[in-house]
């Protein structure tokens, strides 16, 4: 595992390119920062400045090569490499909240954005026009929509929400695809179609994630639980609560296996192998060993009146000292992820080994 930091300023979000040389981050403000890698060090080879609030999702497309950019400002963005500069094009969202999250399609032909309009927005691409359209998932949702995630067929989308559910919903968009055909959780695919409504969740849901062959759905929520759907199974529910903080951001790095991480600030790692065998397995960081110097008593005791602690330091035992915001896939495919990245409120980045 390595660490690398950009700075101070907690980074919201990040998103690498296909061959992993560039990174795509935001450090909270409305701007989007695209780092190199130069030998051992990142160097900033663009500044993406097109918004005018706060940077809520990044996604970057590996085949076709484009960064999709949403914000509070309502606004999203799709970003083309033109004679070495990237060149956005304003998408049509028709939103009249905050964008909250944004994710491109595995097949690259749309993207899917979740705002706190209580809706989703699915963009595409129409050659007539010249322009970027969307159209609107909006029932049932009551609230904002926190995470996404595409189911491999390119159709179905996964979306957590502010209120408690996690849907999966068709996003057919008939004019530039072909009919889909029966998938586990469900053979009819009309767009906005409701496949799966998974209530009492118990908090918000933070993050979604599809497994590998798409028949399972992981979901984390602000309830520090672990959710499990297995359509495969008839859509049961495996669900299990842990004693840590709750986690933001979960992630299938084999058929079987789950990361999460959140405000615990380390990732985490389950095991799933069927219908109620939703297991912890261990805490991916490796605690550091901080050298005890001699402390006086004075010193001793004003640590415990302070903080009622003997320690004196401020640092976490974990790599990150801060929540972490964000996992990203950084090599391997899905069935067998070989390294992930994860982004954290103290700017850093940490590229994790994942032995299978």
Same mark, same amino acid.
């Given at each position: 595992?390595?660490?690398?930091?950009?700075?101070?300023?907690?980074?919201?979000?990040?998103?690498?390119?296909k061959?992993?040389?560039?990174?795509?981050? /935001?450090?909270?403000?409305?701007?989007?920062?695209? *780092?190199?890698?130069?030998?051992?060090? &990142?160097?900033?080879?663009?500044?993406?400045?097109?918004?005018?609030?706060?940077?809520?999702?990044?996604?970057?497309?590996? %085949?076709?090569?484009?960064?999709?950019?949403?914000?509070s400002?309502?606004?999203? *963005?799709?970003?083309? @490499?033109?004679?070495?500069? &990237?060149?956005?094009?304003?998408?049509?969202?028709?939103?009249?909240?905050?964008?909250? $999250?944004? !994710?491109?399609?595995?097949?690259?032909?749309?993207?899917?954005?979740?705002?706190?309009?209580?809706l989703?927005?699915? $963009? *595409?691409? %129409?050659? %007539?026009?010249?322009?970027?359209?969307? !159209?609107?998932? !909006?029932?049932?949702?009551? /609230?904002?929509?926190?995470?996404? +995630?595409w189911?491999?067929?390119?159709?179905?989308?996964?979306?957590?929400?502010?209120?408690?559910?996690?849907?999966?919903?068709?996003? *057919?968009?008939?004019?530039? #695809? +072909?009919?889909?055909g029966?998938?586990?959780w469900?053979?009819? @695919?009309?767009?906005? #179609?409701?496949l799966?409504?998974?209530?009492?969740?118990?908090?918000?849901?933070?993050?979604?994630?599809?497994?590998?062959s798409?028949?399972?759905?992981? $979901?984390?929520?602000?309830?520090?639980?672990?959710?499990?759907?297995?359509?495969?199974?008839?859509?049961?529910?495996?669900?299990?609560?842990?004693?840590?903080?709750? @986690?933001l951001?979960?992630?299938?790095?084999?058929?079987?296996?789950?990361?999460?991480?959140?405000?615990?600030?380390?990732?985490?790692?389950?095991?799933y192998?069927?219908?109620?065998?939703?297991?912890?397995?261990? !805490?991916?960081?490796?605690?550091?060993?901080?050298?005890?110097?001699? @402390?006086?008593?004075?010193?001793?005791?004003?640590?415990?009146?302070?903080?009622?602690?003997?320690?004196?330091?401020?640092?976490?035992?974990?790599?990150?000292?801060n929540?972490?915001?964000?996992?990203?896939?950084?090599?391997?495919?899905?069935?067998?992820?070989?390294?992930?990245?994860?982004?954290?409120?103290?700017?850093?980045?940490?590229?994790? #080994?994942?032995?299978?």
């Amino acid at each position: 595992m390595s660490l690398y930091s950009f700075g101070l300023e907690p980074l919201s979000c990040h998103a690498w390119n296909k061959d992993r040389t560039q990174i795509a981050v /935001s450090p909270n403000n409305n701007v989007v920062n695209i *780092y190199e890698k130069k030998g051992k060090d &990142w160097v900033k080879i663009h500044e993406l400045t097109e918004h005018s609030g706060r940077i809520t999702g990044i996604d970057w497309a590996p %085949e076709s090569n484009r960064i999709v950019t949403c914000a509070s400002d309502r606004n999203a *963005y799709v970003w083309t @490499m033109k004679d070495g500069l &990237w060149k956005p094009t304003l998408v049509l969202v028709r939103i009249n909240r905050a964008a909250t $999250c944004v !994710k491109w399609s595995p097949l690259e032909n749309k993207f899917a954005l979740g705002s706190g309009a209580r809706l989703i927005s699915v $963009c *595409y691409f %129409e050659k %007539e026009n010249d322009w970027w359209l969307s !159209k609107h998932i !909006k029932k049932p949702i009551r /609230s904002t929509i926190l995470s996404l +995630d595409w189911h491999p067929n390119n159709i179905l989308l996964a979306a957590g929400s502010a209120d408690l559910h996690c849907r999966v919903f068709s996003a *057919y968009i008939k004019d530039i #695809e +072909d009919k889909p055909g029966p998938t586990a959780w469900g053979a009819k @695919m009309p767009f906005g #179609e409701v496949l799966l409504e998974q209530k009492d969740c118990g908090g918000w849901v933070h993050s979604v994630s599809f497994s590998p062959s798409g028949d399972q759905l992981a $979901c984390v929520t602000h309830s520090s639980s672990v959710i499990v759907v297995d359509a495969a199974q008839s859509k049961q529910v495996t669900q299990l609560t842990t004693e840590h903080l709750p @986690m933001l951001s979960v992630l299938h790095v084999s058929p079987t296996e789950l990361m999460a991480a959140g405000h615990d600030s380390c990732p985490y790692q389950f095991t799933y192998k069927g219908p109620g065998t939703l297991k912890f397995v261990k !805490k991916l960081d490796i605690p550091k060993q901080t050298s005890k110097g001699s @402390m006086s008593a004075m010193q001793h005791f004003r640590n415990l009146d302070k903080r009622a602690t003997e320690d004196d330091s401020n640092e976490l035992d974990t790599l990150h000292q801060n929540s972490i915001t964000q996992l990203c896939v950084v090599s391997g495919e899905k069935t067998k992820v070989e390294k992930f990245s994860s982004v954290g409120l103290d700017g850093a980045m940490v590229i994790w #080994e994942f032995k299978h």
